[in-house]
């Protein structure tokens, strides 16, 4: 099966190769475990030959080379489309819970190049030119019964590189497998080390996480992937805020599980592009609880710490800026008793985040009792949004009938012409038949000009 799926260019460089060259890593494990690959998948292979060597053939074969690091013994190289990394067969030394390796030492043994990695499943190997796996670790069957098995001791695994903790969980998201007993001790009793790793590193790994149902289309992914990191204790680590609310309760009437859990299936009821406001909507709870002994303002504080989160994980500003307002605004009219004027002014004073609104509301309601019929509040929203769009309300600046060259042309000051447009938008956001240039021309020339 691997035979087929290895792309002609990768073949035909392993032929030319006069060492053994195999591809091994996550493209082997999806292959042995069923899942497709994808389009362009990213191809990890290796081999006992140095990089000097791959490097003269992948030149001979018109391969591009991107980068090369000598220290690791480590080559990326590209051709029609292909990205390839090749590297070394290797033994590292890590400084106790550091990422990257403190010595590097090359081998032409297999087997101590499957003991460096992280997982058995994640140590096959298949040689391209032989069409033959090797299976030093008894990775093929972890495979085959979707085990997270460490190739040496978990211990030394995770306190070698806290990386790897994130990355437990972020596999168990994509895969389906679930860490066996020691995987999961292991990574308990280093926890901590996650403290070690750089944030834009363990963003990246949460990043990949919560949208890890992208990868083979399990919509179970991302909660298998937060339960794991919940119950390695590593969830402390990375976001004590958020691991505050595991059993602490809610009503009973609007909630079936506590805050973390609630949390938790709110990502898995979201859609990918809501996911870190999904998960830090209720962060604001168990701050609100402990404080006060009630959630009330949740929301308020909740877009502080979903902030802090985020700006301490060296996410994109954009993100960070959304995703705080989105936890801000994400009780809006739970009651119904929101006026639709207030609903309109919202539509078209945030417009750009109306959608991603719903869907956050959506994910709410579903996840307090795992109901998945519309939540009331974004029907109604939704209603109320469609109505502006027949009556030509504009639900946007862009959908109002003027702008600021024609203000000014009109007689507004120049330093007024943002404040101006932004009452006029609400204005015919409240009353659509007003969105006419004309008249709200006259009507600025009235009222606003000099």
């Known amino acids: 099966m691997m035979k087929q799926l ?4 990768l073949r035909e460089l392993a032929e030319r190769f006069g060492a053994p060259l195999y591809a091994v890593g996550g493209t082997v494990r999806d292959c042995l475990a069923g899942f497709p690959l994808g389009e362009r998948p990213d191809w990890d292979v290796s081999s006992p030959a140095d990089e000097n060597e791959l490097l003269r053939c992948a030149e001979r074969c018109g391969w591009s080379v991107r980068s090369v690091f000598r220290n690791t013994g480590t080559v990326k190289l590209e051709k029609d489309g292909v990205q390839c990394e090749f590297t070394r067969f290797r033994s590292d030394k890590y400084v106790r819970g550091v990422h990257a390796p403190s010595e590097i030492e090359f081998t032409d043994d297999i087997r101590i190049d ?32 979707k085990i997270m098995r460490t190739v040496v001791s978990a211990r030394k695994v995770f306190g070698e590189d806290g990386l790897r903790l994130m990355r437990l969980a972020r ?3 994509q895969t389906g497998f679930m860490p066996d007993p020691e995987a999961y001790a292991g990574a308990r009793e280093h926890a901590a080390l996650i403290e070690d790793i750089a944030p834009e590193r363990i963003f990246t790994e949460l990043s990949l996480l919560l949208s890890s149902d992208l990868k083979h289309g399990d919509p179970e992914a991302p909660y298998r992937g937060l339960c794991v990191l919940r119950d390695t204790e590593v969830l402390k680590r990375v976001l004590p805020e958020l691991a505050l609310g595991d059993g602490l309760a809610q009503r009973a ?12 299936r709110c990502v898995k009821y979201s859609p990918p592009e809501i996911r870190f406001a999904a998960l830090l909507h209720d962060c604001g709870k168990p701050f609100c609880y402990f404080r006060d002994g009630n959630f009330h303002a949740h929301a308020e504080e909740g877009k502080r710490i979903a902030t802090e989160i985020l700006t301490r994980l060296k996410a994109p500003k954009k993100l960070i800026k959304e995703t705080g307002e989105l936890v801000a605004m994400h009780m809006r009219d739970f009651n119904l008793q929101m006026r639709e004027n207030g609903v309109r002014k919202l539509i078209a004073e945030r417009g750009e985040l109306f959608f991603p609104l719903l869907a956050l509301m959506q ?3 579903s996840a307090c009792k795992d109901d998945l019929s519309p939540a009331p509040a974004a029907v109604k929203w939704r209603a109320i949004y469609d109505k502006m769009e027949r009556e030509h309300a504009p639900r946007s600046l862009r959908e ?14 120049a330093e007024r012409t943002g404040a101006v447009l932004h009452e006029l938008l609400l204005l015919c956001a409240y009353d659509g038949k007003l969105n006419d240039k004309d008249k709200l021309l006259r009507y600025a020339a009235k009222h606003y000009a000099t």
Do not use: M, W
């Open 6 to 9: 290895i792309p002609p260019v």
């Open 114 to 145: 499957a003991r460096r990695r992280d997982f058995t499943a994640n140590a096959v190997y298949y040689e391209i030119k032989a069409d033959a796996l090797c299976d030093p670790l008894g990775g093929a069957e972890d495979i085959r019964k």
């Open 171 to 173: 596999l168990c998201a």
């Open 253 to 264: 009437d609007f909630h079936s599980h506590d805050v973390l859990e609630h949390t938790f």
């Open 363 to 365: 994910a709410d309601y």
């Open 400 to 413: 109002l009938s003027v702008n600021g060259r024609q203000l000014q042309a009109a007689g507004v000051p």
